[in-house]
């Protein structure tokens, strides 16, 4: 079974500071890293996404760390706000043409004034 | 521009009774897919199709069908409730090689 692990379970984080989540895989034929955010009531949105050519990407104050030979992935939000506090998924999928994605189990983010 | 629309978002059922969730896109969209959110479980995947006439099974099908007559909606049948089918589902499109998925907002679902 394809799987991808992620860690942790849940965060909390001072308005201002680093949230860090951390995801690995097995399947070395996933070649799309996509984070999603989701708030309570609501479907899971893409915040950002990477693939393995590349070993970081940014938007804004989200970034997404990738390393291909460790199989490891990782989210970044700088000045964290209370307005990020939410879900998270990690995600993995392989291959064009190839539209299925296996979702890591979350991580409920707490940003606290 | 509607997105990803499911009905009904919230449903109680007694045990043994049946049930169709609907999802609807209007992004002309090959890809939809079926998702269970459970607490710690993160998302499973139920069911998908990549087009009309064309479905296959995810993670955890069991208890649930789904057919594709349309580009636009993927409904989802649960043909005899258990209480192990309580959850939070959701429905969920692509167009395909960039694999960004688009949810819809969930359905609720209660089974007694």
């Known amino acids: 079974q394809q799987q991808v692990k992620q860690s942790p379970q849940s965060l909390i984080v001072q308005k201002g500071g680093i949230s860090i989540i951390n995801c690995a895989y097995e399947?070395?034929?996933?070649?799309?890293f996509p984070w999603y955010q989701q708030f309570p009531g609501k479907g899971p949105a893409l915040l950002i996404a990477?693939?393995?050519?590349?070993s970081e990407k940014k938007e804004g104050r989200f970034t997404i760390s990738f390393n291909k030979s460790a199989k490891q992935f990782s989210l970044h939000i700088m000045d964290s706000q209370p307005g990020d506090s939410a879900t998270y998924f990690c995600?993995?999928?392989?291959?064009?043409?190839?539209?299925?994605?296996?979702f890591g189990k979350g991580t409920k983010l707490s940003v606290i004034p | 521009n509607a997105g990803v629309t499911q009905t009904p978002k919230f449903q109680v059922l007694k045990t043994g009774q049946s049930m169709t969730l609907q999802c609807a896109q209007d992004m002309n969209h090959e890809y939809m897919s079926w998702y269970r959110q459970d607490p710690g479980m993160g998302l499973r995947l139920i069911h998908y199709s990549v087009g009309a006439g064309i479905t296959d099974q995810g993670e955890v099908p069991n208890g649930y069908n789904v057919s594709r007559s349309t580009t636009e909606d993927f409904p989802l049948r649960l043909l005899s409730a258990a209480p192990s089918q309580t959850s939070v589902y959701f429905c969920?499109?692509?167009?395909?090689?960039?694999?960004?998925?688009?949810f819809g907002a969930g359905t609720r679902l209660s089974v007694l």
């Open positions: 990477i693939r393995p050519d590349v």
């Open positions: 969920a499109s692509s167009a395909g090689v960039r694999n960004i998925q688009y």
């Open positions: 995600a993995a999928g392989s291959g064009a043409g190839s539209y299925q994605l296996t």
């Open positions: 399947n070395t034929a996933f070649d799309y």
